[in-house]
Each structure stands twice: as structure tokens, then as C-alpha cells.
């Protein structure tokens, strides 16, 4: 499926660039909390412990001036924040008892001891601070409310994970156009390899200004020189060894008619000897004649001429022609048959096709023409009752002197499927096999119609 496969490059680049600024972001997050929160706390212990003292003080000199009641109650004390005395307990005053208190800490002060110590009461957080005036033997506990600094500290870590998810979007983001800028020299490269191995042998990369990236632009045009001059040596190769086998397949050729013209004159095992030599030197012919047909193609040589035909009036045309004139053609309700092809390389695609057909499957049984599978295209199929194409298989047919498992033994040249992707490719379409509804193959052919866009074949 396509959503289990690994994601690309430049993603995996920008992925990574994203997580560390995550992680990082966290990183810092703690860290910043930590000591924010420690500095807070610390400040927010020590002025409570100076207030606390401060108001122990007042009480004390209260405690001596004969007026407790009235010191304690006139302390300044914060607001949600509240007090209580111990040894006398005057709470009975207070909104709060001494019970509010934790129970550690009045122990402490109960012991003659100062101390703090964080509490909750009714949902809400406390520093609570002890103190006991050993003069009069008695307690002073005051709560400071910390939800000021709780707030303080949620705003503070809210904002540092905002950050740290802007840091991430931003490290993502910088990631991956860093890995396109990088990458983008890979992307000509692969473009240029595209370009070598859809036939155009003159693609090449430009030099760059990065020493790093000139050699590999050097590697490449070197790699790009060498398959071209090797491709262009076996072609040329091909091209003159067909060329030179000509004059001497003519010779042989007009001996074998001679003969074959006295084929009566001739003793009856001679005669089955001319006829095995009559059909492998016209096999040879016909060999050495799509060769270089080829040859004319790989070179370009084979201009053509592209017009607006009726193509299903020249397809029956070239039924008729064949050695299987009797094949019905039948075409889909509704389709226009105009196309934009040359006649002599659509004869040539036919013609080859319903003789592959004849030779090798007993024969076509239908020829059909349909809309095509491409916007602004009609497919002209071969359809046979033989024993089929293998799967595997299907791709090399379409190479040079290939021949499927059911045909190997049969006589031909192996060249006229070649010929049939070769002409289609010119034309702008393609060709291929699959398998027919009822059994046997059917070869198809995809011809451009007015409209048709290049660019958009895609197969």
C-alpha cells in the first residue's frame, strides 16, 4: 500500500531537523521551568519568612503591651492568606482555625522550633511559615496563598511549549528546504539518467560552482559519454552489418527463385531441400529487412509524415490486405476515428500484428477499436484465441528476437513485435499485451487523436 511505504528523502531530512528542534525545545523547556520555578519558590519562601517573622515580632511586643488580641488582629495580613496564635489561641477570632495548618508543622513550633512548610486547604496552595516567640511560649503560623505563583509558573512552561512547537515548525520547515537545496543536484542527476533512459543520449549536467558537485557532474557526463558512444557504436554496428548482408541475400535470394522456378525439374529430395532453403533464405530477407528498419528508426531516419486520418477506415484497409482478410473489424459505438498517425507506420503496426497472430496463435479472430485509456486517444486491438502470453512475459516480447514460451519453436524473425513498440513509441502512443476475456491474447495499440498532449502518456 502506498501510505506503508518509507516517506522520501527530503521528508525523513525535514522529520529529523523537526524532532530535534522538538527535543531541544523541551529540553530547554525543562530546564528553563526548573529554575524558574526554583527562583520563584525561593523568593516567594524568603519574603514570606521575613513577613512572618516581621508579624512574630509585633505579636511579641503585643504580648507585653497587655493588648494580644488587638496586635494580631491588626496585622497586615495578605489577601486569601490568613494567621493563627497559639498558647493563648485566640483562632476563635479568625475565619480559620490552627487545624488548617499542617499537623508537622505545628509539632515543630510546638517544640520550640521555626519553620515552613507547602500545604493545600480547600483546593488552594500555601506556604505556611512557623514561628514561636519563645517569650510568652507561644506559636505564630501564617499562610501565604502560592496560587499567584502557580499561575505565574503555568503562563511561564504554556509559553516555553509554544515556543518549543514553533522551534520544531520552524526547524521542520528549515529542514526541509535546506534538504531540497541540498537534494536538488540528485534531482538533476536523476532527470538526466530519466532522460538518458527514455533514448535521449544527449543529455548531459551542467558544471557547478561546488567542486563536490563538478565531480559528480564530470562522473556523470563521462558515464553518459561512454553509453552513448558504446549505443551509437552497436547501432551503427547493426545498421552496416544489415547493410552489407543485403547484396548477398539479393544474390541468394534471385538463386533460390531460379531454382524454385525448376522446382519440377528437380529429383524429390532435392526438392524438399529447396523448399527448406526457399524458406529459411526468405526468412533471412525478412530478417535483415526489419533490422534495418530498426536501424532507420534508433537513427531517426524514418521521418514519416503525422496527418489526421479515419483510422478505422485504413485499419480495414489493411485487414484486407493481410493473409487473414476475413477478420472482423468492429469499432465502438459513438467513437471518432480520426487520429493524428503516419499511414506507413500504422501499416506497418497492423500488418505485424495480425501476421503475429496468424503465425503464431492460428489467427486473429477480432479486431476491435475503442476509446482509449488516455484522454484524447483510440486503441486498436488484436485479439487471438492461442495459448496466451505469460505474465511474465508480457514486457519482453516487445524486445528484439524474443520470443513468448508457446511460440519459441514456431518460424518467424522475432523482430515484428519490436517493430509494432518501436512505430507506436514514434507515434507518440505505446503498445502492450493482455490477456483476452475468453481466453488467448490481446495486443493492444494506443494511437494519439487531435488533442493529445505527449507529456501526458504515462504507462
Do not use: C
Not at 506503508?4 to 530535534?20: D, E, H, K, M, N
Not at 519553620?115 to 505556611?128: H, I, K, V
Not at 485487414?319 to 506507413?344: C, H, Q, W, Y
Amino acid at each position: 500500500m502506498t501510505w506503508l511505504r518509507s516517506p522520501r528523502l527530503s521528508t525523513r531530512v525535514a522529520l529529523f531537523f523537526g524532532l530535534i528542534g522538538l527535543l531541544a525545545g523541551l529540553g530547554l523547556t525543562t530546564a528553563t521551568y526548573s529554575v524558574a520555578r526554583d527562583s520563584l519558590l525561593d523568593q516567594r519562601i524568603s519574603a514570606a519568612r521575613s513577613t512572618a517573622f516581621d508579624h512574630a515580632l509585633t505579636v511579641r511586643t503585643s504580648f507585653e503591651q497587655g493588648n494580644v488580641s488587638e496586635g494580631f488582629l491588626g496585622l497586615d495580613i495578605e489577601t486569601d492568606g490568613f494567621a493563627v496564635l497559639t498558647n493563648p489561641d485566640i483562632a476563635y477570632l479568625l475565619q480559620y482555625p490552627a487545624s488548617a495548618f499542617p499537623v508537622e508543622l505545628r509539632e515543630v513550633v510546638a517544640r520550640g522550633q521555626s519553620g515552613q512548610q507547602q500545604f493545600t486547604y480547600d483546593g488552594e496552595p500555601y506556604l505556611a511559615v512557623g514561628v514561636h516567640i519563645r517569650a510568652h511560649d507561644a506559636g505564630y503560623l501564617e499562610a501565604f496563598p502560592l496560587g499567584a505563583t502557580e499561575r505565574t509558573l503555568r503562563l511561564v512552561v504554556t509559553a516555553l511549549l509554544i515556543g518549543s512547537v514553533l522551534a520544531a515548525l520552524f526547524a521542520t520547515f528549515f529542514g526541509f528546504t535546506t534538504s531540497r537545496g541540498l537534494l536538488r543536484p540528485l534531482t538533476r542527476v536523476a532527470d538526466a539518467a530519466g532522460q538518458l533512459a527514455a533514448g535521449g543520449l544527449d543529455a548531459r549536467l551542467e558544471p557547478s560552482d561546488d567542486p563536490e558537485l563538478d565531480r559528480l557532474a564530470e562522473a556523470f557526463n563521462n558515464m553518459a559519454d561512454a553509453v552513448q558512444a558504446r549505443i551509437e557504436r552497436e547501432a551503427r554496428f547493426a545498421s552496416d552489418v544489415s547493410h552489407e548482408l543485403r547484396s548477398p541475400i539479393t544474390a541468394m535470394t534471385a538463386a533460390v527463385e531460379v531454382l524454385a522456378a525448376r522446382r519440377d525439374e528437380l529429383p524429390e529430395r532435392t526438392r524438399q531441400a529447396l523448399d527448406v532453403l526457399v524458406d529459411q533464405v526468405r526468412r533471412f530477407d525478412a530478417m535483415v529487412m526489419d533490422l534495418l528498419e530498426l536501424s532507420r528508426l534508433e537513427a531517426g531516419a524514418i521521418d514519416g509524415h503525422i496527418e489526421e486520418i479515419d483510422l478505422a477506415d485504413l485499419t480495414q484497409r489493411i485487414i484486407a490486405r493481410s493473409s487473414t482478410p476475413n477478420v472482423p473489424f468492429e469499432v465502438a459505438g459513438g467513437l471518432s476515428t480520426m487520429a493524428m498517425v503516419d499511414k506507413v507506420r500504422v501499416e506497418r503496426i497492423i500488418s505485424n500484428l495480425v501476421e503475429n497472430a496468424a503465425v503464431h496463435a492460428g489467427g486473429a479472430i477480432r479486431v476491435s477499436m475503442e476509446r482509449g485509456d488516455l484522454q484524447h486517444t483510440v486503441i486498436v486491438a488484436v485479439e487471438d484465441a492461442g495459448p496466451g502470453v505469460a505474465a511474465g512475459e508480457r514486457t519482453r516480447i516487445f524486445e528484439r528476437f524474443a520470443r513468448g514460451s508457446a511460440s519459441r519453436h514456431r518460424v518467424g524473425t522475432g523482430l515484428g513485435l519490436a517493430l509494432v513498440a518501436e512505430h507506436a513509441a514514434a507515434l507518440g502512443g505505446a503498445a502492450w499485451v493482455e490477456d483476452r476475456r475468453h481466453g488467448g491474447a490481446r495486443f493492444v495499440v494506443r494511437f494519439p487523436t487531435p488533442g493529445f498532449q505527449p507529456a501526458l502518456e504515462q504507462r
